[in-house]
């Protein structure tokens, strides 16, 4: 079993939809982050998260701690919004990453 | 804020030959430095952690002798790859992490390797 598990592994869903793509983990971590690769292999951090809830945007990210468990949602999403999302939790500066959401927005 | 560089963007060798690519942080000091390989469809994989002035840190399976990393600077670490060959083409990404920003690792752009 992979110490960071995402789901899904594929979505494809309609401008507009909102997305929830979800993210379970077996270590234990000091934070989380949510790492956007486009298709050009380029990757930006959206989201550092110890706790709680962080909004940026038209992006949500949750975290629960007891459950090992986080969330990212996107509202009304759009097609430049298509792109691999990365669940990274961190311990001692090292991250370990998921296996990545490929999700592709249709106009 | 927060940028990091890497180069070349892409790079075509023959095998045999030797590659180094750069990471650079551009605008913040970075005492460590993450060299990362991808290959397609599958996640990022750690390779090595540098840390300026000291030795780097080689993950389980990658070899030290064949990727030598260099991190003579708080602002630019080098991976060379020495003696390439076909198995090597990949993609690599570097980071740099900001020693004023906690656990955040800023990303740069990637290096596609192809070796012949």
């Not at chain 1, 989201?47 to 459950?67: C, D, P, V, W, Y």
């Not at chain 2, 991190?71 to 990404?93: K, Q």
Request: overall charge positive.
């Amino acid at each position: 079993k992979n110490e960071v598990e995402q789901s899904p592994q594929n979505l494809t869903a309609q401008e507009g939809e909102f997305i929830t793509i979800n993210c379970s983990y077996s270590v234990g971590i000091s934070a989380l982050h949510w790492l956007q690769q486009h298709p050009g292999g380029g990757i930006v951090s959206l989201f550092m998260l110890s706790s709680g809830k962080k909004k940026h945007g038209r992006l949500i990210a949750t975290i629960n701690i007891q459950e090992k468990h986080s969330s990212l949602h996107i509202t009304a999403s759009h097609p430049r919004d298509s792109a691999v999302y990365i669940c990274a939790p961190s311990g001692t500066y090292k991250y370990i990453f998921g296996t990545g959401t490929r999700l592709k927005v249709l106009a | 804020g927060a940028v990091v560089s890497q180069h070349p963007s892409w790079v075509i060798c023959k095998s045999g030959t030797s590659v180094k690519i750069e990471c650079r942080s551009l605008d913040f000091q970075a005492t460590t430095m993450f060299w990362y390989r991808q290959f397609p469809k599958q996640s990022l994989m750690l390779m090595a952690t540098s840390n300026e002035g000291s030795k780097a840190t080689y993950e389980q399976g990658v070899e030290k002798d064949k990727f030598l990393i260099n991190h003579a600077s708080l602002t630019l670490s080098t991976l060379t790859v020495t003696s390439a060959h076909p198995e090597d083409s990949s993609f690599y990404i570097c980071s740099a992490r900001d020693r004023r920003d906690g656990e955040t690792q800023y990303f740069g752009p990637g290096t596609r390797l192809l070796v012949l």
